[in-house]
């Protein structure tokens, strides 16, 4: 019997997620020994029209990482989604936007202006941007077109399975393979990690009071953290509330609060808001004056709760982008 | 659950309210276009869905189309979404499977444009038919009310208010701060308008609650905590110490007698200061409980400092001529310590009274500079046959020509001291100018002084009111209309040496007077009593601005409080004279028997839970239920919602970081598909 087919695709991503799958060790052989993989540009060489080449849905699972922000990204995935039975958001990006998506915040003119003109580090005189046709010593090479917005997987396709993370942990990335070589799989659209918010698994779980009532907000380089007292207990915020487990709290267990990269309960709608309306309703001060004082320890709101999930979130992006286009 | 599984077949209903609905919206249309859309099986427009026939309808409709959601768009919910929900559970539905949208309030009564309000209507019907898909069956919970009732203060508000449940076969908990009941009336001679003597009304009441079996009297305590919620109460009874065993007592007095003070001493204020009393006393010798107590700030038996408790430090200097006095009763204890008791009520009744505007804050009238002005209180107490002067006006300053202390030859009674004025207190107190007209009749019926009142409105709207001001200027009381400017001792001819002189504009004359006078009544008003915040929170009550506590609403729940088994009467809701107060003490033992003989509340079942395998135990919410409903469980390291306390205000399930808090009737999918609904129609 032939080995299963398995893709492994990047997109708009830092490649931490491609070490992941690099970082299952030795259980990485255990997976090559029993899947054909067809695609894993980071590692292999494989050209797109092999892959084109293909069936329709010779490919068992793609885990695609990255979010979608050009129009190569776009057609890879619509051309992955064809040839999978499986399509797989790997990492926060795919799944929610990821850091990529904080670019939702400004206008695709302001990030080409600032990264081919205004950015300090630059010597660009003639002002020169990256154009999708252009003829040079006799050739005509082809870029991707630079989209309006940054996008999530299934905002693009449709997704079978979310591996959250940021990136996701080799424990869950190989408790996937093994659900989906052994035909365990949940229902379709699962996350695959626990339901249940980090605080669950965090060992400062039981120092956190009743009553928090925060009268500070502090950021981890403004104060030595108590490595073990719950971060919020300390004004320290931290998104483990409002994030689910199966990270095994990595970052609380190394001092650092949770950031928030697994992104929220499938109950959820908006992991900002949600961890937003508990954390202010929780402020001590109750007059304009102190609540604007506590909350001014919080410099960058959309930066600390949408950290990985403005793209995913209500809110999105900026109002007056379109969703799609080229801003043309 | 098998009725997601059956098909949907939702009833609409649209009432035009007589006009109120259907002048503003077209009826017709928007039931013609809720018949369009997926799930509805009917869809009706009617003239009165609250109506017998309109329930009927429903009733009818559910069972020849099998209807399974009904929907209907009329007033407001709170107006009769009872009506409704009643209908479709006698049409044999689960009546929760039921929602009402608001297209009066919200619609043609806020709208001047048919067409728009008609487009509104379809929207707003639209939402409910995607929320209504989502309801769920829900059971209405019963919970058990405590038979018993706690009553605090033991004014005459408390007293009836007990005294009525009493009757009934109710056990009451009675708890008075001041050594013995009465209140204010207690202090009384006689009562407006009647004049009939306040002690021969009151005291056999009075008696008649000390020694009532259902009745257990706590004076001289406080409550200091109060747990639980409507029909289960626990509560925490502070009660002082008196330094004598109340049981033990028998109201002789012997050891007043023959305390090692001769002459009683020290300020009394029962008297209002008036009078003196010695460091065993009782407060009034009708008082009741017939106990008497120690004050340990004068007492020679006490020392000056306090153990760290806050208990005085017993020592040993005194004689003790009042325990040899006792004798074989043995019912004075100095080591007696304040006691804290718990009990559980079903109900509580709030009576806790008022207290009198403080003269001082109106330095114009000269109370404490003058000796000779006096507050109605004090003259309460002049006036009254065992009053400090056995019912004799003397004044506190002057000698007749014989050297008798001086009885004043005329008075000047002021209104609205501390009423009706922006600087003090806006509100009329009601009963003042009552009052004052009352101390008007009675300092002349003991003086024959010629009497002045200065009033601003004379307001006498009670039965038989009229009648007595009527009476009062057939007496020859001199009314003056207008506000007092000041009271003076400044002299401007000799008829007004040596006298008070009360000057004001008198606005029907249109003259300034200035009228001598050697004694002056303020007529202070009523304000909330000085805890009245911590009382409020204690009960977890509400007030108005003024601080008066607040009824939930002032016509149709003028005793209940928005706190469910918590009931007021009396002035601590705001001035009332002695007829309404009592009417009002009636009215909430009515309301308390109401829950207790009913034995059990319904709780409307839109409370929150939380979903236990999905709580992670992060603590968010439970500091922030206003109605301390959630707690922590230690050994799950989860929260959980009690839910006999939760009021499905949904604070919780907004703020749980994780979305593992659900509440009844405004789930997700209930609000989603509601919003998306409306956003929808187009
Ligand atoms: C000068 C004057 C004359 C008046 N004359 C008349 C009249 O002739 N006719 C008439 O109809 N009305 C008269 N009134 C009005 C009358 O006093 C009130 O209507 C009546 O006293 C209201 O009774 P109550 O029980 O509500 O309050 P109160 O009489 O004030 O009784 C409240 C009781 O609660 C107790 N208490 C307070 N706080 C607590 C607490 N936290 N815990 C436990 N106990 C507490 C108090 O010690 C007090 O015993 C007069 C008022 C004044 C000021
Ligand atoms: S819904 Fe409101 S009352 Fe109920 S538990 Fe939550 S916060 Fe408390
Ligand atoms: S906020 Fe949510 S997760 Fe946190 S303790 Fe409450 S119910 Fe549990």
Not at chain 2, 25 to 36: G, K, L, P, Q, S
Not at chain 2, 580 to 602: H, N, S
Request: hydrophobic share 35%; charged share 25%; proline share 6%.
């Amino acid at each position: 019997m032939p080995k299963p087919k398995v893709a492994f695709y990047w997109c708009a991503s830092c490649g931490g997620c491609e070490e992941t799958v690099v970082d299952l060790a030795e259980d990485i052989l255990g997976v090559v020994e029993k899947v054909d993989i067809v695609l894993w540009p980071v590692a292999m060489d494989f050209k797109y029209k092999d892959v084109a080449a293909m069936p329709d849905k010779s490919i068992v699972a793609t885990l695609l990482n990255g979010a979608i922000r050009t129009s190569e990204q776009e057609e890879l995935a619509v051309l992955l989604r064809r040839k999978s039975q499986y399509l797989i958001a790997y990492g926060a990006c795919a799944q929610l936007g990821g850091i990529p998506a904080l670019a939702n915040q400004f206008s695709r003119e302001q990030i080409l202006k600032f990264n081919y003109e205004d950015c300090p580090a630059l010597v660009n005189e003639k002002k020169t941007r990256p154009q999708i046709h252009f003829e040079e010593a006799g050739r005509a090479p082809h870029l991707p077109e630079f989209r309006n917005v940054v996008r999530t997987l299934d905002q693009v396709v449709d997704v079978d399975f979310y591996i959250p993370g940021c990136p996701p942990t080799p424990k869950l990335t190989k408790a996937a393979f093994d659900a989906l070589l052994g035909g365990k799989l949940p229902p379709k659209g699962s996350v695959l990690a626990p339901d249940i918010a980090l605080c669950d698994e965090c060992e400062r779980k039981a120092t956190k009071p009743t009553n928090v009532a925060f009268t500070e907000f502090k950021r981890p380089h403004q104060a030595l953290a108590d490595p073990t007292k719950c971060f919020l207990a300390q004004g320290m915020v931290c998104m483990g509330p409002a994030t689910r487990s199966g990270c095994g709290a990595a970052c609380t267990s190394g001092n650092m609060p949770c950031t928030g990269c697994f992104g929220p309960t499938s109950r959820v709608r908006d992991q900002g808001a949600k961890i937003l309306s508990s954390l202010c309703a929780n402020v001590e001060a109750k007059d304009e004056e102190g609540i604007r004082k506590t909350l001014a320890g919080i410099p960058d709101p959309v930066g600390t709760f949408y950290r990985y999930g403005l793209a995913k979130s209500i809110l999105r992006r900026k109002v007056d982008l379109a969703m799609t286009g080229n801003g043309h | 659950m098998s009725a997601k599984k059956e098909e949907l077949r939702i009833g609409f209903y649209v009432c035009h309210c007589g006009h109120n609905i259907a002048a503003m919206v077209d009826c017709a249309v928007v039931a013609r276009y809720v018949e369009t859309l997926p799930g509805v099986a009917l869809s009706r427009d009617y003239k009165y869905m609250c109506s017998d026939p309109g329930q009927e309808l429903i009733q009818q409709d559910i069972r020849e189309h099998r209807l399974n959601r009904v929907v209907v768009a009329s007033c407001s919910p709170l107006l009769h979404e009872h009506t409704f929900r009643g209908a479709v559970e006698a049409g044999g539905l689960n009546p929760f499977y039921f929602h009402m949208v608001n297209i009066r309030e919200h619609d043609s009564w806020v709208h001047t444009d048919r067409g728009e309000a008609t487009e509104k209507a379809k929207a707003l019907a639209r939402a409910a038919i995607q929320r209504v898909a989502h309801h769920k069956a829900l059971e209405i919970k019963k919970v058990e009310i405590h038979p018993d009732v706690l009553v605090v203060g033991g004014g005459i508000a408390g007293i009836h208010a007990a005294m009525t449940l009493a009757n009934a076969g109710k056990k009451v908990y009675l708890v008075e701060r001041e050594p013995s009941i009465g209140g204010h009336m207690a202090k009384f001679d006689k009562t407006f308008p009647t004049l009939d003597c306040a002690a021969c009304i009151l005291t056999p009441k009075m008696s008649e609650v000390g020694s009532h079996p259902n009745i257990t009297l706590w004076t001289y305590s406080e409550v200091t905590k109060v747990d639980g919620f409507v029909g289960n109460y626990t509560v925490q009874v502070k009660r002082k110490a008196r330094y004598v065993n109340e049981d033990l007592c028998t109201g002789c007095q012997d050891c007043i007698s023959h305390c090692v003070f001769k002459e009683p001493k020290f300020a009394d204020d029962f008297n209002e200061g008036l009078g003196k009393r010695k460091p065993i006393f009782i407060p009034f010798p009708q008082a009741t409980p017939q106990a008497v107590l120690i004050d340990p700030e004068v007492c020679l038996n006490f020392k000056r400092n306090k153990n760290p408790d806050g208990s005085p430090v017993v020592g040993d200097k005194c004689k003790k001529t009042c325990v040899e006095a006792c004798g074989e009763k043995h019912a004075i204890d100095f080591t007696q310590k304040d006691t804290l008791q718990e009990v559980k009520v079903g109900s509580i009744i709030v009576c806790t009274g008022f207290k009198t505007y403080d003269a001082g804050r109106s330095p114009a009238y000269g109370y404490g500079n003058y000796k000779n002005v006096y507050t109605a209180l004090e003259v309460e107490r002049l006036v009254n046959a065992s009053g400090p002067t056995g019912g004799e006006v003397i004044l506190r300053e002057g000698k007749n020509a014989d050297g008798s202390p001086k009885t004043p030859k005329s008075i000047g009674i002021i209104h609205c001291v501390g009423s009706r004025d922006k600087k003090t207190n806006l509100w009329c107190s009601r009963v003042c100018c009552m009052y004052s007209m009352k101390l008007a009749h009675l300092l002349r019926e003991h003086t024959g002084a010629e009497m002045y009142n200065f009033y601003i409105d004379m307001r006498t709207p009670g039965k038989g009111y009229e009648e007595f001001y009527n009476k009062l200027l057939e007496e020859g009381t001199h009314f003056i209309r207008g506000r007092v400017g000041e009271v003076t001792d400044w002299a401007m001819t000799p008829e007004e040496e040596g006298r008070l002189v009360i000057r004001v504009e008198d606005t029907l004359a249109g003259v300034v007077r200035r009228i001598p006078v050697d004694m002056v009544v303020l007529a202070t008003g009523l304000e909330p009593q000085a805890d009245a915040g911590e009382v409020r929170r204690l009960f977890n009550m509400s007030c108005g601005g003024d601080g008066w506590f607040l009824e939930r609403h002032p016509k149709l729940a003028p005793v209940s409080t928005f706190t469910d088994g918590v009931f007021l009467a009396g002035c601590c809701q705001g001035p009332k004279d002695i007829p309404d107060t009592v009417a009002q003490a009636g009215a909430a033992a009515a309301e308390a028997l109401v829950l207790i003989d009913k034995g059990y509340i319904e709780q409307e079942p839109n409370t929150a839970h939380i979903l236990e395998d999905e709580c992670s135990g992060c603590k968010s919410c439970i500091p922030l239920c206003p109605y301390t409903a959630i707690l922590f469980d230690e050994g799950r390291k989860k929260a959980y919602i009690n839910e006999a306390l939760c009021k499905g205000c949904g604070t919780c399930v907004g703020s749980c970081p994780s979305a593992s808090i659900v509440q009844n009737l405004f789930d997700d999918q209930e609000i989603f598909s509601e919003i998306e609904g409306v956003l929808a129609y187009d």
